[in-house]
């Protein structure tokens, strides 16, 4: 009994996520968001565009960038070469600079969710300008098994803006390795029941002598 319950528990301590490498998505290959899919991205709700109102929006890596649409926007993740959605370890993203005199940006709150859309952390930028001449800022986090991360967007009180933003950074997990909830509490139930068993030896053979 007790060998099945550790065989058992090593199992599911085998779904543990195995992370891949990092990988940077600048969007400068095409202002198709499906295009992004063979990069590990599925992007809902953005749209892409090399229009920077002359040279209002400083793009860290030119010509494109990711604008978030004013009714929200959202990023998940998925293994390129079987389509099967799969969890990032981290997130990072860059907003492109503003000009001074370049207008105004509007803001967002990004919330990050688990695979169950259980909310693994916040985080918000505020809308900036007008007439606010900021360099890019960068952002990143190191979140486990995010399976999204939704935007929502906050608008500027001078009027409709953007929210873009550009080098997204990432790091997926391989999708046979991202564990089921079901998957987690086996897990730790097994562990569980293998301390236990091993106590109660212990205590059986503190008696036995």
Do not use: K
């Amino acid at each position: 009994m007790r060998n099945t319950i550790i065989s058992a528990a090593l199992a599911a301590a085998c779904l543990v996520p195995s992370a891949q490498a990092q990988t940077v998505v600048n969007f400068d290959q095409s202002t198709d968001t499906a295009t992004y899919v063979s990069q590990g991205l599925v992007l809902s709700g953005f749209t892409i565009s090399d229009n920077t109102f002359g040279n209002a929006v400083l793009v860290p890596s030119t010509p494109n960038y990711a604008n978030v649409n004013a009714t929200g926007s959202s990023i998940s993740f998925v293994d390129a070469a079987t389509g099967i959605a799969t969890t990032s370890n981290g997130f990072g993203l860059t907003i492109p600079g503003l000009n001074l005199g370049g207008g105004f940006y509007a803001g967002a709150t990004l919330s990050f969710l688990g695979v169950s859309g259980d909310l693994l952390g916040t985080q918000m930028f505020a809308p900036v300008g007008p007439n606010e001449s900021r360099a890019p800022l960068s952002y990143a986090n190191n979140f486990q098994n995010i399976a999204s991360v939704v935007f929502t967007r906050l608008e500027n009180s001078n009027g409709p803006a953007l929210f873009p933003i550009d080098n997204v950074t990432f790091t997926l997990n391989d999708v046979a390795a991202v564990p089921e909830p079901a998957s987690w509490a086996m897990m730790i139930a097994g562990f569980g029941l293998v301390g236990g068993a091993m106590r109660r030896r212990s205590i059986r053979a503190s008696v036995a002598v």
